[in-house]
């Protein structure tokens, strides 16, 4: 940081001020976690200023001699780890990860079904808002009202009579297990191309603590970032047949020049990602969230499908007759920092919905276990009992930085 310091003082002080916050709060975001000081020494390398466009040994700008064996690495890594007999590592992003599998399979105003928003889906599923609701012709599947769980059957009908020429399956904030066989099955009688977004599972994917979604998928998309704790990325796996078709949808298609400290910081969490010590953390990220979903139902609070078998769960506070968003400031004040979602059917808006989405990534990162999710169901519960009671909330504040002090936090220096 010292030349940094040199330089933009201003810059250096915030960025060691969210070092600092990162340090001091129980990251609960479930789309959050810590990178390895390893995967930010690469994304923070000499290669953010080569330009790369095209792929390794075809490319349109000379001095490739490097970057070219860290793509082919990237690349190896990511089809041995996900299975894929394909993979592109180039998206800037997960949403652009997506957009590449649109290009690639359908033409514009083609017809895509996907998750909805608010039943848990992502934007890029075909939520309005997004240029898949803009520029496709979208229907979606939503969550069965008696169970909370995906409504297969109605995504089987919709797909016989809609036919769309791609299905998304995979979703942000769905607390259980997603059946890709199903999918698949949805898919060919549709005849569409089945894309699983594993964004938020991959690593319990490919450490088999959540069923994998090849065979059944055409095509994989994920972030970098999230549970596989590498850079922010993105990245797409797929059949051989659809390999041309993707990676033209990346560049040219979408994009221009790859992000080359990236695509090594991709390289280097997946080199992590096939060590031993990730397959025991994605055991203990469920094992967490089920200790914490068990926890804090004993404590009287509501969650959705009554519990978890991923690395998320989703309480629904409007049974303790608080809204999601006091619920999540008021934990926010204390030190527990997750965010305000949509329950299955809320009557409430999106920018003032009824839950609060928790998850388990980075706290099992700081090396936390069963023991410290009973502590911070009891946190949350001292602090959903008066939200609003300053001096409690500094109390859970004070526990909660006894307990991060004691499971520091990977990759961060204060
Ligand atoms: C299921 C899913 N797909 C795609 C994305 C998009 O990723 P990004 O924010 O990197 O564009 C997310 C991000 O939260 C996600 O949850």
Request: aromatic share 6%; glycine share 8%.
């Given at each position: 940081?010292?030349?940094?310091?040199?330089?933009?003082?201003?810059?250096?002080?915030?960025?060691?001020?969210?070092?600092?916050?990162?340090?001091?709060?129980?990251?609960?975001?479930?789309?959050?976690?810590?990178?390895?000081?390893?995967?930010?020494?690469?994304?923070?390398?000499?290669?953010?200023?080569?330009?790369?466009?095209?792929?390794?040994?075809?490319?349109?700008?000379?001095?490739?001699?490097?970057?070219?064996?860290?793509?082919?690495?990237?690349?190896?890594?990511?089809?041995?780890?996900?299975?894929?007999?394909?993979?592109?590592?180039?998206p800037y992003s997960g949403s652009p990860a997506n957009m590449a599998v649109y290009l690639a399979s359908l033409k514009p105003g083609g017809r895509v079904m996907g998750m909805d928003l608010a039943a848990g889906g992502h934007l890029?599923?075909?939520?309005?808002?997004?240029?898949?609701?803009?520029?496709?012709?979208?229907?979606?599947?939503?969550?069965?009202?008696?169970?909370?769980?995906?409504?297969?059957?109605?995504?089987?009908?919709?797909?016989?009579?809609?036919?769309?020429?791609?299905?998304?399956?995979?979703?942000?904030?769905?607390?259980?297990?997603?059946?890709?066989?199903?999918?698949?099955?949805?898919?060919?009688?549709?005849?569409?191309?089945?894309?699983?977004?594993?964004?938020?599972?991959?690593?319990?994917?490919?450490?088999?603590?959540?069923?994998?979604?090849?065979?059944?998928?055409?095509?994989?998309?994920?972030?970098?970032?999230?549970?596989?704790?590498?850079?922010?990325?993105?990245?797409?796996?797929?059949?051989?047949?659809?390999?041309?078709?993707?990676?033209?949808?990346?560049?040219?298609?979408?994009?221009?020049?790859?992000?080359?400290?990236?695509?090594?910081?991709?390289?280097?969490?997946?080199?992590?990602?096939?060590?031993?010590?990730?397959?025991?953390?994605?055991?203990?990220?469920?094992?967490?969230?089920?200790?914490?979903?068990?926890?804090?139902?004993?404590?009287?609070?509501?969650?959705?499908?009554?519990?978890?078998?991923?690395?998320?769960?989703?309480?629904?506070?409007?049974?303790?007759?608080?809204?999601?968003?006091?619920?999540?400031?008021?934990?926010?004040?204390?030190?527990?920092?997750?965010?305000?979602?949509?329950?299955?059917?809320?009557?409430?808006?999106?920018?003032?919905?009824?839950?609060?989405?928790?998850?388990?990534?980075?706290?099992?990162?700081?090396?936390?276990?069963?023991?410290?999710?009973?502590?911070?169901?009891?946190?949350?519960?001292?602090?959903?009992?008066?939200?609003?009671?300053?001096?409690?909330?500094?109390?859970?504040?004070?526990?909660?930085?006894?307990?991060?002090?004691?499971?520091?936090?990977?990759?961060?220096?204060?």
């Open positions: 940081m010292e030349e940094l310091q040199k330089t933009d003082p201003q810059i250096a002080d915030l960025i060691q001020k969210e070092a600092q916050r990162q340090a001091s709060c129980l990251r609960m975001i479930p789309s959050e976690n810590y990178a390895s000081k390893a995967v930010m020494t690469a994304t923070g390398s000499v290669l953010t200023n080569k330009y790369s466009e095209g792929y390794p040994h075809q490319r349109y700008y000379q001095g490739q001699e490097f970057i070219d064996q860290i793509e082919d690495l990237a690349l190896k890594r990511a089809k041995e780890l996900f299975q894929a007999e394909h993979a592109n590592v180039q890029t599923h075909g939520a309005k808002v997004s240029f898949s609701g803009k520029f496709y012709e979208v229907r979606q599947y939503g969550l069965s009202r008696e169970t909370g769980l995906i409504d297969y059957d109605l995504a089987r009908n919709l797909a016989k009579e809609f036919k769309p020429g791609l299905i998304f399956a995979g979703c942000s904030s769905y607390p259980r297990t997603v059946d890709f066989a199903a999918f698949g099955e949805i898919a060919r009688e549709a005849g569409a191309v089945l894309c699983a977004d594993i964004s938020h599972i991959s690593g319990l994917c490919l450490t088999g603590c959540h069923p994998h979604p090849f065979p059944h998928a055409d095509v994989v998309t994920s972030t970098t970032h999230k549970l596989l704790r590498g850079p922010r990325g993105g990245m797409v796996l797929c059949r051989q047949e659809l390999a041309a078709k993707i990676d033209k949808a990346v560049f040219p298609g979408l994009q221009g020049g790859p992000h080359n400290h990236v695509t090594a910081a991709i390289a280097v969490a997946l080199k992590e990602a096939s060590l031993p010590a990730y397959a025991e953390y994605c055991r203990q990220v469920v094992k967490n969230a089920a200790a914490l979903a068990r926890e804090l139902m004993a404590r009287g609070f509501s969650l959705v499908t009554g519990g978890t078998d991923n690395h998320l769960a989703l309480i629904d506070a409007s049974t303790m007759k608080l809204t999601g968003k006091v619920l999540a400031q008021a934990m926010d004040q204390a030190g527990i920092v997750a965010n305000a979602n949509k329950v299955p059917f809320d009557p409430r808006p999106a920018d003032d919905p009824s839950g609060v989405r928790l998850g388990t990534p980075a706290l099992t990162s700081r090396g936390m276990q069963e023991p410290e999710m009973v502590k911070i169901a009891e946190f949350i519960h001292q602090v959903a009992q008066a939200p609003q009671d300053q001096a409690n909330l500094r109390k859970v504040r004070d526990r909660v930085a006894e307990l991060c002090a004691a499971f520091p936090a990977p990759g961060i220096e204060i």
